[in-house]
T-cell receptor, first 110, second 114 residues
Framework: EDQVTQSPEALRLQEGESSSLNCSYTVSGLRGLFWYRQDPGKGPEFLFTLYSAGEEKEKERLKATLTKKESFLHITAPKPEDSATYLCAVRGGGSEKLVFGKGTKLTVNP | DAGVIQSPRHEVTEMGQEVTLRCKPISGHDYLFWYRQTMMRGLELLIYFNNNVPIDDSGMPEDRFSAKMPNASFSTLKIQPSEPRDSAVYFC????????????FGPGTRLTVL
């Protein structure tokens, strides 16, 4: 059974203090690892898809990386508007379903 | 593009009542997904459709839940009878199938069963 574990559950940073969020996964035949951002009262918003170990993608202050067992979402010099819950999900072989982790709630204080 | 549309945004009902949640996917998308999100269990897939046909309903919790997709632009998730433990946020997502398949989520329906 596909599983995703995210850590930490919550993270508080000062504005400008860089850090990383972790997503560990077990999946049969990875066909994509997805990062989403979710703001309170809203649906998850797509950020990145990674398909193979060694792949990296960047968007503004965010960079996602992938190994065979985990993915990291690096946040460089965060701003208060980066505060949100970040969700990681995997798609395994033979299905279109995504299995989500429980997320990391990030708070960036000014 | 208007994105995925869900209605109602909030629903409060009493135990035993029937609840119907509605979803309009992004035009041109051929996959539609229903998820439920709770604090305890996170985001869980309930069922998904491809070209209006249910493909995997293994996440549907029990017979009280049913979902339909009568055409490419509309889907419903029905709970009958509703119970307090069904209280959650229900999300609909859609995608265009293929190697670069990405699911786009609607704003969700917050369901409270008293």
């Amino acid at each position: 059974e596909d599983q995703v574990t995210q850590s930490p559950e919550a993270l508080r940073l000062q504005e400008g203090e860089s850090s990383s969020l972790n997503c560990s996964y077990t999946v049969s035949g990875l066909r994509g690892l997805f990062w989403y951002r979710q703001d309170p009262g809203k649906g998850p918003e797509f950020l990145f898809t990674l398909y193979s170990a060694g792949e990296e993608k960047e968007k503004e202050r965010l960079k996602a990386t992938l190994t065979k067992k985990e993915s990291f979402l690096h946040i460089t010099a965060p701003k208060p508007e980066d505060s949100a819950t970040y969700l990681c999900a995997v798609r395994g072989g033979g299905s279109e379903k995504l299995v989500f982790g429980k997320g990391t709630k990030l708070t960036v204080n000014p | 593009d208007a994105g995925v549309i869900q209605s109602p945004r909030h629903e409060v009902t009493e135990m035993g009542q029937e609840v119907t949640l509605r979803c309009k996917p992004i035009s041109g998308h051929d996959y539609l997904f229903w998820y439920r999100q709770t604090m305890m269990r996170g985001l869980e897939l309930l069922i998904y459709f491809n070209n209006n046909v249910p493909i995997d309903d293994s996440g549907m919790p029990e017979d009280r839940f049913s979902a339909k997709m009568p055409n490419a632009s509309f889907s419903t998730l029905k709970i009958q009878p509703s119970e307090p433990r069904d209280s959650a946020v229900y999300f609909c997502a859609s995608s265009f199938g293929g190697a670069l398949n990405t699911q786009y989520f609607g704003p969700g329906t917050r369901l409270t069963v008293l």
